[in-house]
């Protein structure tokens, strides 16, 4: 059997000193997942100023999700085995200094291995807060909890690009990564003056095998994923190696941890809970079309609309806007055990897949920002219905002990989830320009009227081309929505494997399988 901690103490707080823990969490969270999507857009003027290449610039993106991905999966153990407070200040502290280092790095390699180092100590952060939150607050109030994480968990990566753009356009990239200094300082010493540990630090021995197992197949998928467009997959003998390194790593790492030590590191007997297991498919399917939009949508209006960084990113924030304004009452609604939370996932689904199926009808080379308005909201509207019901399910159907385990399966999934989907969106947007390409120029003859009446205008056929290449472009992006919209519609089912149990308010039991 793996370890099973028990909760030594009582971490519930009150009043001012539940504030002051609150602002400390919510600091390193939002540190975190700003950082997930802020760098994206600085990252053109990053590769000019380092000299670097369009594929070694995406190392700044891929090298620190690799480390990330790796470290998430872990954070039970290294809270139980160094103390909640000693991990989770330390990485923070980690995560602070790195950011530093990168804000300073002369070259691109230097840039890479600080943002390889940022994911290390960054890949935790988010899970170690969800589940300190939960544990801060009476049980009772686990939907204001869960509330105030999603919070930071899903309104960071939206905001990202809007304070990436304004920073890059009004200052330089470099403070992409200074921002970080002043929020990880604050939270560094609040986590260390006045954080308490659930349980004790346990001297419990590292399972090098496993650790080993998960670090190359994570890694090795997540190469893949981000890889895999730029080196046209399978085609490539590097994606297919690590292809089969990947699927017999994990496969290996899964059988080692449930019958080959009786000390796993990642404790997968937790998905024994069915509500682990349907959070955690829930929140692949969330990080699908959560971070499948805010790649698309930033491309879109930026390479064909002209906007700005800032003007793409303000357009992200008003999605954001209403996630932050309706979140609090989708807490205490899907909390107060009057509705099936399945209900609101129901409602928060269908209104992203309605929203990005409007964004693939209105897309156009003519859009201006207010056009785009209407398909925001709406999708902020269900993506407030989809996280906090999502988190108050699981927790509230789990013991404390297993919740640190819940909490990083969640946001592992929710990164895997993003990642499964900018990889194939980016690799479909390739495809869908190269076929409208190929079917607006077999129509560009010198019997059709438009293109006379074009070449008369300017006699060249290099503006045609252009033209075609804009339009195929745009086109592209309408198929991306549109099959955003459909994947959000596909994935309403999974909300049917998650419990039949409304939220609880008390402290619950050990909760078998069901």
């Not at 003056?193 to 090098?208: M, Y």
């Not at 990005?356 to 859009?367: C, F, P, V, Y």
């Not at 909490?407 to 990889?423: N, P």
Request: glycine share 8%; with cysteine.
């Amino acid at each position: 059997m793996g370890w099973q901690p028990q909760r030594d103490r009582d971490t519930v707080e009150s009043g001012m000193s539940l504030v002051i823990i609150v602002i400390g969490v919510m600091c390193a969270t939002l540190m975190q997942t700003l950082d997930i999507t802020i760098v994206n857009v600085a990252l053109p003027t990053i590769q000019g100023n380092l000299g670097a290449t369009q594929d070694e610039g995406a190392w700044v993106v891929t090298g620190y999700i690799i480390s990330a991905v790796i470290v998430i999966p872990l954070t039970p153990w290294l809270q139980l085995r160094f103390g909640r407070r000693q991990y989770y200040g330390t990485a923070v502290i980690g995560f602070t200094i790195a950011s530093i280092f990168c804000g300073t790095s002369s070259s691109i390699e230097q840039l890479i291995f600080w943002r390889i180092v940022q994911g290390l100590f960054g890949g935790g952060l988010v899970a170690t807060a969800q589940a300190t939150l939960r544990d801060t607050f009476p049980i009772a109030r686990l939907g204001a909890s869960q509330a105030i994480f999603a919070m930071g968990a899903i309104v960071g990566p939206s905001v990202g690009p809007t304070l990436g753009g304004w920073l890059t356009d009004n200052f330089s990239w470099n403070y992409v990564f200074f921002i970080n200094i002043v929020p990880g300082t604050i939270a560094a010493l609040i986590i260390f003056l006045r954080l308490k540990n659930p349980t004790d630090p346990k001297p419990i021995p590292v399972d090098g095998i496993g650790l080993g197992l998960l670090a190359l197949g994570l890694g090795s998928l997540q190469y893949i994923l981000d890889e895999g467009q730029r080196k046209d997959w399978f085609a490539d003998t590097r994606i297919t190696l690590f292809a089969c390194l990947a699927a017999a790593a994990l496969a290996c790492f899964a059988l080692w941890e449930l019958f080959g030590t009786a000390r796993p590191i990642v404790d997968l007997r937790a998905f024994k809970y069915r509500a682990i297991a349907a959070g955690s498919l829930l929140s692949l399917a969330m990080g699908s079309v959560l971070f499948g939009a805010i790649v698309i949508l930033p491309q879109y209006t930026q390479g064909i609309l002209g906007f700005t960084a800032t003007l793409s990113g303000e357009l992200i924030f008003v999605r954001a806007l209403f996630i932050a304004l309706l979140t609090p009452f989708i807490a205490r609604l899907a909390s107060s055990g009057r509705i099936d939370t399945r209900l609101l996932l129901f409602v928060g689904f269908s209104c992203i897949g309605i929203a990005q199926l409007w964004l693939g009808i209105i897309t156009t080379t003519q859009n201006d920002f207010w056009s785009l308005i209407g398909p925001a909201i709406l999708g902020g509207v269900g993506l407030s219905m989809l996280f906090t019901p999502i988190s108050i399910a699981v927790l509230s159907a789990v013991p404390q002990d297993v919740a640190p385990k819940a909490t990083a399966f969640q946001s592992l999934s929710l990164q895997l989830g993003g990642s499964f989907s900018t990889a194939a969106l980016v690799t479909m947007l390739a495809r869908r320009e190269a076929f409208h390409q190929e079917v607006l120029a077999s129509h560009a003859t010198y019997a059709s009227m438009p293109l006379q009446h074009l070449l008369h205008q300017h006699n060249s056929l290099a503006i045609l081309y252009q033209q075609i290449i804009v339009q195929a472009t745009t086109l592209a992006y309408s198929d991306a929505q549109y099959i955003l919209g459909v994947l959000a519609v596909l994935l309403m089912p999974l909300i049917f494997v998650l419990p039949r149990r409304r939220a609880m308010t008390a402290a619950p039991a050990a909760i078998p399988a069901e």
